[in-house]
């Protein structure tokens, strides 16, 4: 499938809060062999692997963010400034390596249901499942 990609990385402003701690409570992984990703979690749930066809890298979905919800975007952990302003806004067709749970998922955002952009990942969440 064809997404647009876009990138991020753990210093930019409202990221500093988490620092490089991703949605799921481990690290942001920009260097291993499977690669962090943000994504809206009810179109692609955490733990949904996939490989950008293009580069040849896997990353796995363990991070979302506000921007993301509602979009069909996937956004890129990148460890620095240079790399995610390397990457920019890509549009690449991606490879679904393994599929997330959408139950998991909806555990994790339940208690942060207080964010506009949780609460209607766990509607659509619910709606389809």
Not at 53 to 71: C, E, F, I, N, P
């Amino acid at each position: 499938m064809k997404v647009r990609t876009t990138a991020y990385t753990h210093t930019e402003a409202d990221h500093l809060r988490y620092g490089k701690s991703n949605a799921i409570g481990t690290t942001l992984d920009g260097d291993g062999v499977i690669r962090s990703a943000a994504a809206d979690w009810a179109r692609w749930p955490a733990g949904t692997r996939f490989l950008i066809m293009s580069t040849g890298q896997v990353y796995q979905v363990d991070d979302y963010g506000w921007a993301l919800s509602g979009r069909n975007t996937i956004d890129i952990y990148c460890p620095s400034w240079a790399e995610m302003n390397n990457w920019g806004v890509r549009r690449v067709t991606i490879q679904i390596l393994r599929w997330g749970d959408p139950w998991a998922s909806y555990r994790i955002l339940r208690p942060r249901s207080d964010f506009a952009h949780v609460r209607r990942m766990l509607a659509e969440i619910r709606s389809f499942y």
